[in-house]
């Protein structure tokens, strides 16, 4: 098993992040065709199924802001520099799971009820995930980074 270099920590996380956002960019537009061309596949399951689809957007937008807070709680600010680049990169891969699975249930409920206001909740939680993008002065505050290992990120 290689290890990663920590200049290579912020590139790996962006790419990740990158790609589940395409993934879903991508099952959005796909999703919007669908029901341009061939209309919603379920129409008679819209009432509930958009209220979930709310509740669910608004609790992965806490859920997202609150569970990688404690991960990061736990990460000793005093350790080696790839130790802590390595406990720091779940809690961001954990909110982008949390993002995308919201936005993905939201576009599902777009494509069987046809219901805009899904695709509302969809546009907001991706808007979100794009305000996460994880960044170097982000990581930098959030671990505490010595000017010394700045240089090596």
């Known amino acids: 098993m290689s290890t990663i270099k920590p200049s290579q920590y912020l590139r790996s996380t962006n790419t990740l992040y990158w790609a589940l956002f395409g993934g879903v960019m991508i099952f959005l537009l796909v ?7 061939q209309g919603p596949f379920a129409d008679d399951m819209g009432g509930v199924l958009l209220y979930v689809a709310i509740g669910l957007g608004i609790m992965t937008i806490l859920m997202a802001n609150f569970v990688p807070r404690q991960f990061m709680a736990q990460i000793d600010t005093t350790a080696e520099l790839e130790q802590k680049l390595s406990k720091y990169m779940s809690p961001f891969l954990l ?14 409920v777009y494509l069987l009820t046809g219901d805009q206001n899904a695709l509302i909740v969809a546009l907001v939680l991706m808007g979100y995930f794009l305000l996460e993008r994880p960044t170097r002065d982000r990581m930098v505050q959030d671990l505490e980074l010595t000017p010394e290992e700045q240089k090596q990120v």
Do not use: D, R, Y
Request: hydrophobic share 70%; aromatic share 14%; no cysteine.
């Open 31 to 37: 999703a919007i065709f669908l029901v341009q061309s």
């Open 95 to 108: 909110k982008f799971a949390l993002l995308e699975g919201g936005a993905l249930f939201a576009i599902v």
